[in-house]
């Protein structure tokens, strides 16, 4: 079992930065990618960032640009620095990563982002 924990989200004005932290834990070897998602209010999850296990990234087109995902292998750590943040990038933010072998998806319990215009 994977267990991930996020941490580093909260209030900032539109415009400001945000770092956020996944913490992995547990059976960390079988992790294979790693990706952020978010979900604001009455809409559904979506994908923002993703990270494989050689360093690739991928980004949604709205976060592009402003966002970029890092991860320390050897902390079993994903990051997420978020700049130029804008009130639609308010949501709760999940960590997610899947596993090598199986395929089975872990996530955290999410973090609440919230940017004020």
């Known amino acids: 079992q994977v267990q991930l924990v996020e941490s580093g989200g909260g209030l900032v004005q539109a415009g400001g930065s945000l770092r956020l932290s996944c913490a992995a834990s547990?059976?960390?070897?079988?992790?294979?990618?790693m990706r952020w998602y978010r979900q604001a209010p009455g809409k559904q999850r979506e994908l923002v960032a993703a990270?494989?296990?050689?360093?690739?990234?991928d980004y949604a087109a709205s976060v592009k640009g402003r966002f970029t995902i890092s991860r320390d292998n050897a902390k079993n750590t994903v990051y997420l620095q978020m700049n130029s943040l804008k009130p639609e990038d308010t949501a709760v933010y999940y960590c997610?990563?899947?596993?090598?072998?199986?395929?089975?998806?872990?996530w955290g319990q999410g973090t609440q982002v919230t940017v004020s215009s």
């Open positions: 547990g059976s960390t070897f079988v992790i294979n990618a």
């Open positions: 997610n990563a899947d596993s090598r072998y199986s395929g089975k998806d872990y």
């Open positions: 990270i494989s296990s050689g360093g690739g990234t």
